[in-house]
């Protein structure tokens, strides 16, 4: 541009930015899921991701980037080229839990640009069908009366399982040790067997066995109770009040995208909410996707930050060691 006057090279440098914003994308997206196929995770990026494609005219594939706790998959988005073509779905375990926990090459508020936050389901505490206690009031007397005999399953430290278990802990006065798993599957296989006593999964995972009564529900930890199982209570009608613990996902890019490449992967996630084959989808998953106000970057951004600032406390102080 030399020789031009500044005024026109500017004009012509914005012109060219224009441009590339308007033609974004060009290529396809890769949506960055931190955890193994075939989980509630995975799901939901795939809901998402398949209908996206629609609103951004290009494909928007799926990889799953799994491990340690899912800050493996976190951290590939950090290192990601900050141009709108990575992206990456998270929840509690990988955004709250595994910070509290995990030497981090990131700060998770400061590092990553929010899109959108997508859909909130229960954990819900629930127990083998033999158990004695009928409700949660008897179910925390039998603990009590009976210390370190219960055994309860996790799916790792710092998972959102583990902490709920520990969250209960502390709200009850309750002790029993928690027994590691390598996975949801044989966690769902031991307490279908009577092996395990307890567990605090993502309610939706776990739906098809309540209904088929093999296992126990306790109590939903959310403030109203859950559209598919109405008939359960909530934490707080069962005696333990403010033991809440929505277990939530959000969309995430690299730090430095583009305010206008994050406005237009905001609207296709909007629109993707907003589409009836994805309500359907998520509502037989059992999960609620978030109202539309809680589905901007800003919003998601606020909600991150006082999941951290909740949970955060509550993890060190339990002083969880890796090993």
């Not at 141009?83 to 929840?91: E, F």
Request: net charge neutral.
């Amino acid at each position: 541009m030399k020789g031009l006057p500044v005024a026109v090279a500017l004009a012509v440098l914005a012109g060219t930015a224009g441009a590339a914003a308007q033609s974004y994308p060009s290529r396809p997206i890769t949506m960055i899921v931190p955890f193994a196929a075939g989980g509630v995770t995975d799901i939901v990026a795939r809901i998402v991701s398949e209908r996206m494609k629609t609103s951004l005219g290009q494909s928007v594939i799926v990889e799953n980037v799994s491990g340690a706790g899912g800050t493996i998959g976190v951290t590939r988005l950090y290192r990601a080229p900050a141009d709108g073509y990575t992206l990456a779905v998270g929840q509690w375990t990988s955004h709250v839990g595994a910070g509290a926990m995990y030497p981090l090459p990131f700060n998770y508020l400061n590092d990553f640009e929010p899109v959108s936050m997508l859909s909130t389901a229960p954990l819900w505490i629930i127990g083998r069908s033999n158990l004695p206690a009928k409700d949660l009031k008897e179910l925390i007397a039998w603990l009590k009366a009976n210390p370190d005999k219960a055994s309860a399953a996790t799916t790792g430290l710092g998972s959102g399982i583990h902490m709920c278990l520990v969250y209960f802990q502390n709200m009850t006065g309750t002790k029993f040790p928690l027994a590691p798993y390598r996975g949801a599957a044989p966690l769902m296989q031991d307490l279908l067997a009577g092996q395990i006593d307890l567990s605090c999964p993502e309610a939706g995972q776990t739906l098809p066995q309540y209904r088929a009564g093999g296992i126990k529900a306790y109590a939903v930890l959310t403030e109203k109770r859950w559209f598919a199982a109405p008939d359960v209570p909530t934490i707080d009608e069962a005696g333990v009040p403010g033991l809440h613990f929505p277990f939530w996902h959000g969309l995430w890019a690299p730090k430095g995208t583009p305010k206008d490449v994050i406005a237009r992967l905001n609207v296709a996630a909007v629109e993707a909410l907003a589409d009836a084959g994805v309500r359907q989808r998520f509502n037989e998953l059992g999960h609620e996707i978030v109202p539309r106000e809680q589905q901007t970057p800003e919003a998601l951004a606020a909600y991150h930050k006082a999941e951290i600032d909740k949970w955060w406390p509550i993890i060190k102080a339990a002083n969880i060691k890796l090993e």
